[in-house]
């Protein structure tokens, strides 16, 4: 059972938009700031948004973030079959004293 | 380019040990505080522990503490993870990650798989 709550799967077609919703509460979201991370296929994860909706470098603008009281969303525009795989939203918990995670949400691009 | 290699991964049975070493290179690891966390086959991720700059204080999860012990070396720019009285549940692919403010974690290592069983 993860701390964060977020959809167990999304999916949507080549082209179309996708947003994945990320729930938590004071101790985390509430007070802390969001990052998403997207793990491909046999692959670590990696960092795509952090600071809610700060982008790394090398990260499309089709990647955004958004955080409103106790939750935050990442929204994929102009999805691309490439996009496929698994996205984890991340904050400090203050009551634990530790970073903690969504359940993951796997994207389909059908 | 800044890279984490994990390593030290393997079978060992209930109860045993087994020490991760993640080489950090391509910045000033000193700089940062780092963090382990790792995935069980096929779920999600854990977090289970960091550790400051200068090793002034770490942090572990609930569900490793009193077994798990994170330190750092600095000169050597190598991250480590002691885990003793190992259990089944403690299968995973284990990740070093730098964190960065606010804690996000900006840069993570390939993994290394651990696996204890009889």
């Known amino acids: 059972q993860s701390v964060l709550t977020q959809p167990p799967s999304v999916s949507a077609a080549p082209g179309q938009k996708v947003t994945i919703s990320c729930s938590g509460s004071?101790?985390?979201?509430?007070?802390?700031?969001v990052s998403w991370y997207q793990q491909l296929p046999g692959t670590a994860p990696k960092l795509l948004i952090y600071?809610?909706?700060k982008r790394p470098s090398g990260i499309p603008d089709r990647f955004s973030g958004s955080k409103s009281g106790t939750s935050a969303t990442l929204g994929i525009t102009g999805l691309q079959t490439g996009d496929e795989a698994d996205y984890y939203c991340?904050?400090?918990?203050?009551?634990?004293?530790?970073?903690?995670f969504g359940g993951g949400t796997k994207l389909t691009v059908l | 380019q800044v890279q984490l290699v994990e390593s030290g991964g393997g079978l060992v049975k209930p109860g045993g040990s087994l020490r991760l070493s993640c080489a950090a290179s391509?910045?000033?690891?000193?700089?940062?505080?780092m963090s382990w966390i790792r995935q069980t086959p096929g779920k999600g991720l854990e977090w289970i522990s960091y550790?400051?700059?200068?090793?002034?204080?770490?942090n572990y999860a609930d569900s490793v503490k009193g077994r798990f012990t994170i330190s750092r070396d600095d000169a050597r720019t190598s991250l480590y993870l002691q885990m003793n009285s190992l259990r089944a549940e403690d299968t995973a692919v284990y990740y070093c990650?730098?964190?960065?403010?606010?804690?996000?974690?900006?840069?993570w290592g390939q993994g290394t798989m651990v696996t204890v069983s009889s």
């Open positions: 990650a730098r964190v960065h403010s606010m804690m996000f974690l900006g840069v």
């Open positions: 004071s101790s985390n979201i509430g007070n802390n700031d």
């Open positions: 600071d809610n909706n």
């Open positions: 550790i400051t700059t200068s090793s002034r204080y770490t």
């Open positions: 991340g904050t400090w918990d203050s009551s634990l004293s530790g970073v903690v």
């Open positions: 391509g910045f000033t690891f000193s700089d940062y505080y």
